[in-house]
């Protein structure tokens, strides 16, 4: 098959839903095999068996030190080698405030969001050294991880470890010849928001948030991993240590002006929702 991957051997993490799909449905379609690695094997095969190339599904929990190691077994056993590496699996958490906000929740969020592509990063330097191998890594970073917000506490906080992670790879990385970038979606429904449908901020009102974007509209797993797959290929050889933002422009918008289009709402009727818990209006 020809394209971009033809006949590389790519991982993606998260890949039995969502935008994992999506990267490996991508980088399939470019002539990539792809090991699909998912916490639901069941969701990572169906994957596998839907693209275009030879590819297999592996189940595997990527907040696991042996788990981590099975996929890259599986990938050599099938594969002999591996190229390519979207760490992508993630988790959202939940929208409770900072004070009530249990340890074992932000515990949960940081292992699978940052200790996963930690434990991924490593695996995939480690597998270039025995192949004596450059190659190319992706995470999957966020809009979050850039600027800061009252909700999702361990999301946010995780997201901005994972740039961390990012930018200390690639400067491991530069010299060995392997790239590490990110790349950090915006607003973009999937189900990974599925579980906070029904709350402010969550998958609910994505559309009416992502209209105050200057595209003025959500995007799609398919955009965000043609974004993924350009960081990939060597279409961008001159690139790593990049969060490179597809947001529709969310991150340029200045939220006090109104030609920002985001600065059109009531800060008192926004606080006596969002503080309802404290019982108080915090304007006095």
Known sequence: MSGRFADQVAIVTGAGRGLGRASA??????????????????SAEATARSL??????????????????HYIAEALSHFDRVDLHHLNAGVFGSFTALPDLSLDEFQRVMAINVVGQFLGLRAAFRR??????AGA????????????????????????????????AAVYGGPLGVRVNAVAPGIVPTDLFADAAGTTGGKNDMQQRASTTPLRRAGTAAEIAAVAAFLLSEDSAYMTGQILSADGGATVVNTVRPSGGAGGWSAPEHDRVFYQRAERNING
């Open 25 to 42: 449905e991508r980088l399939a379609a470019e002539g990539a095999h792809v090991v699909a690695v998912d916490v639901d094997g069941d």
């Open 52 to 69: 275009g190339t030879e590819s297999i599904g592996v189940e595997a929990d990527v907040s696991s030190e042996t788990a981590v190691d």
């Open 128 to 133: 270039y050294e025995l192949q004596r191998t």
């Open 137 to 168: 890594v992706v995470v999957t970073a966020s809009i979050a991880g850039l600027t800061g917000s009252a909700d999702l506490l361990a999301y946010q906080t995780s997201k901005h470890a994972v740039n961390g992670l990012v930018h200390g």
